[in-house]
């Protein structure tokens, strides 16, 4: 097993334990009940795991910024869901919903703040990188929510714009997990290159298979309903891929009303059908195989323990779609 106990039971204490501000609770609430309802803690485990290649033990200088790449992530889906209109977030009630969006918008903004002071408390030897890394990665993942956003005024989209928005809205913030836990551990810079490489290349393997899961998932084990992307007529990895391929229909498909259950599950039944004959599903996972054999690539002057345990943080990561 690489992840070993000592880790998991670490992330694990570390957001069982973490607190925020108590008043006022109309704004603090919703970071609690964010934090509260879980989730699969990618970012900082990350983090951890890189750092764990080149020191013992979890002292607060690396759990603290681990901690706030969560806390930031967290704050980019409250924005996220009011954005999507998403109703539903890891099975829950979205902070939108439970409360109302001007709510949420403002408990997102104090939940950014506190990412900062969590990443902060980085050793001040390499706070200045540590903060440059992070401030760069914040405003990336922005530059790729606007991105995602304009994609929804156009028709198509080609595969190199798609795959450069969802580098910067998902994979950055990924590299930068990689590269800021062996940053702080103090690894060679050459490490915290081919790190963030990894780390970038997993990113973008992990949303295309969140794609390709929000189509032929489980909503159970998703976490939100199936078929939103195709609802709402966002560009995703299959969208393009399908427009790539020429698939006869889709637009028309896509123009289909929701306004009613029965309408809406119409229109995903005829775009999934559409994606099976144009061979998306298929693509997907084949594409989702080619990005983590890249990432492990560039790992390659790695001792071959780091490796493996990068590996099974890997197929963690996009196993989801076996």
Known sequence: MAYTPSLEETVRELFDGITFTKEPEGLYDPLRYMIGIGGKRL?????????????????????????????????????DDIMDKSPLRRGCPTVWKKWNPDTAILSG????????????????AVLPDVLSLFSTTAAEVCDGQQ?????????????????????????????????MGALIAGAPGTDCKALYD????IGLAFQIADDYLDAYGDSKVFGKPI???????????????AFEMGAEGLSEALALPVGTETEREAKI???KRIYGEAGVP????????????EAMDT????????????????DKLVGRTR
């Not at 080149?54 to 806390?71: M, N, T």
């Not at 995602?148 to 998902?170: A, C, N, Q, S």
């Not at 992307?229 to 995703?236: F, R």
Request: aromatic share 10%; proline share 4%; net charge negative.
């Open 43 to 79: 970012r900082p485990t990350l983090c951890l795991l890189t750092w764990s290649l080149y020191r013992e033990g979890f002292p607060e200088e690396i759990l603290s910024p681990a901690a706030g790449l969560e806390v930031f992530h967290t704050f980019t889906l409250i924005h």
């Open 109 to 124: 903004d104090v939940m950014c703040i506190d990412s900062y002071r969590r990443i902060a408390k980085a050793p001040a």
């Open 147 to 179: 991105l995602d956003m304009d994609f929804e005024e156009r028709e198509t989209v080609p595969m190199d714009e798609y795959m450069r928005m969802i580098g910067l809205k998902t994979a950055v913030l990924l590299a930068c997990s990689a590269k």
């Open 198 to 201: 990894y780390g970038y290349k």
């Open 227 to 241: 078929g939103g992307d195709i609802v709402n007529n966002k560009k995703s990895w299959l969208t393009v891929r």
């Open 269 to 271: 039944l005829e775009v």
């Open 282 to 293: 298929s693509d997907a996972l084949a594409e989702i195989g080619r990005l983590t054999r």
């Open 299 to 314: 790992l390659s002057e790695f001792p071959e323990e780091a490796k493996e345990r990068l590996r099974d943080f890997a």
